[in-house]
């Protein structure tokens, strides 16, 4: 068997009740969005959490033979066959789309227009709407290793281990073929001195070609137990370069965030030129780059806390009750129509059924996602976890504002069009300022896209009887 991939998630965290939230309306028409695809090898976990339940969903990224991929993950408790799943990548497909940030446009009104638009609400309610040889037994105990649990799940061959000293365990691992790159040992010693079991996973080559699946599935583990981190050490020892991580957190209370790392809010209401529209990903991982370099590379950053109910705009549609709990989220009913989702109503509540027209309604469900760019130096110890109480809805947003290009006869629109090459500047320096491009290339594409630096107003000469023939025309 040749080097193995070895990858490492597991979290646990703890969440109260439900606590109903207001909304900011943001409106716009979604152009773009800026999902995992755009990060290179960027892995994506799911966490699920409610009293003391989790569910974790790992989707794999791996390429190359089957035959070399091994996964070795840190768990607090034994893990038995049951609690074991494989499902299906394109709901964490869905959820990464719905949750990424995104791009939204607007069109500038005329500026002479004769009519008084009424503004939309600022503040928006979420309302209704196989078995080991002996020789290898005997192995395992003389290295302190003690073998749980052993058995198949999907196509995947999953043993659960004991340890008592990491030496012992490492060299069981090597010589089953989880090839543990140097450094391993020291983190090992560490999740043994907490008494953490060791979840370790190959491909079932039989069972994979069988399964007629061209890909491997994600594969889910639910537990019940306190604690609350996500052991990220192990898997840095044999990264080349930095690791980029996605993770997804589903709970009933609230936020999620580490505890001893800084969580930064992506920067985001930020208005962009339009030419970004085109070039939207590569602004994104332009701007998350200068993001992490200016927190040098310590920091987790948000990028969307929100309601499953709805979203505003939506980069995709929210997930039907009945993913959510594929993913983890057990406390919900599955609607009848599982499209549209239904929380479960409180001890002496109707249920509240969905109506022809679904209106947002209060999920129990309230999706984190964070982004994280880090190596063995700047994260050098393992994330630790907590539920927040905030329900406050957040969302990387980036707007693009097609100005009015018409004629103007009023005094107002030729005060617009004399805004506008200022407008467009404070739109060049933020663009610079977020990504780290040189400005004069942004202004330079910005005036081939359109936006003008010396733009001048348009005037409309027509007689006002010839203003007048055209309207009855029409």
């Not at 790159?181 to 983190?187: F, N, Q, R, T, V």
């Not at 039907?320 to 509540?349: E, I």
Request: glycine share 4%.
């Amino acid at each position: 068997m040749g080097e193995n991939m070895i990858r490492l998630f597991v979290t646990v965290f703890a969440l109260l009740a439900f606590v109903p939230a207001s909304a900011h309306a943001f409106c716009g028409f979604y152009v773009a969005k800026a999902d995992a695809s755009l990060f290179n090898k960027a892995s994506k976990v799911v966490l699920s959490r409610s009293e003391n339940r989790t569910v974790i969903t790992m989707a794999n990224d791996f390429h190359g033979d089957v035959e070399d991929f091994a996964i070795v993950i840190p768990v607090p408790a034994v893990i038995t066959k049951s609690q074991v799943n494989v499902s299906d990548g394109k709901i964490i497909d869905h959820l990464d789309a719905y949750t990424s940030p995104r791009l939204v446009e607007y069109y500038d009104e005329d500026p002479c227009a004769m009519r008084v638009m009424e503004e939309m609400s600022m503040m928006r309610s979420a309302m209704p709407m196989a078995a080991v040889a002996d020789g290898a037994a005997v192995n395992a105990k003389a290295l302190g290793v003690t073998i749980l649990e052993e058995y198949s799940v999907g196509e995947y061959d999953i043993q659960v281990l004991d340890a008592q000293q990491s030496e012992g365990l490492l060299t069981w691992l090597n010589q089953e073929g989880y090839k543990l790159p140097k450094g391993a040992e020291k983190i090992l010693k560490s999740y043994i001195k907490q008494d953490m079991k060791f979840f370790v996973t190959k491909v079932n080559l039989a069972e994979f070609e069988k399964s007629g699946y061209s890909t491997l599935r994600p594969l889910q583990v639910a537990y019940e137990h306190d604690k609350f981190m996500l052991p990220i050490r192990l898997g840095t020892l044999n990264a080349e370069g930095d690791q980029e991580l996605i993770l997804f957190t589903l709970t009933k209370e609230g936020r999620v965030e580490p505890t001893n790392y800084r969580t930064v809010k992506i920067p985001t209401d930020s208005d962009v030129p339009l030419y970004v529209k085109d070039a939207f990903g590569d602004f994104y991982k332009a701007m998350f780059s200068e993001a992490v370099k200016k927190e040098e590379m310590k920091a987790v950053f948000l990028e969307y806390a929100w309601d499953m109910a709805w979203c505003d705009p939506c980069a995709a549609d929210p997930l039907p009750n009945d993913d959510l709990r594929r993913l983890g989220a057990w406390w919900l009913d599955v609607s009848p129509d599982s499209t549209v989702p239904v929380p479960v109503p409180l001890p002496g509540q109707p249920r509240i059924m969905p109506s022809p027209m679904p209106m947002p309604a209060p999920v129990n469900v309230f999706v984190t996602r964070l982004h994280v760019r880090y190596n063995a130096e700047t994260f050098p110890e393992d994330l630790v976890l907590q539920v927040t109480n905030d329900r406050q809805n957040f969302q990387g947003r980036y707007v693009m504002r097609h100005p009015f290009n018409g004629p103007v006869s009023c005094e107002a629109g030729q005060e617009y069009y004399k805004s506008l090459p200022q407008r467009f500047e404070r739109e060049a320096q933020s663009l610079a300022s977020l990504t780290g491009w040189d400005v004069q290339e942004v202004r330079e594409k910005m005036s081939k896209n359109g936006q003008s630096f010396d733009i001048k107003p348009k005037t409309d000469d027509r007689k006002w009887w010839e203003k007048m023939w055209e309207e009855e025309e029409k």
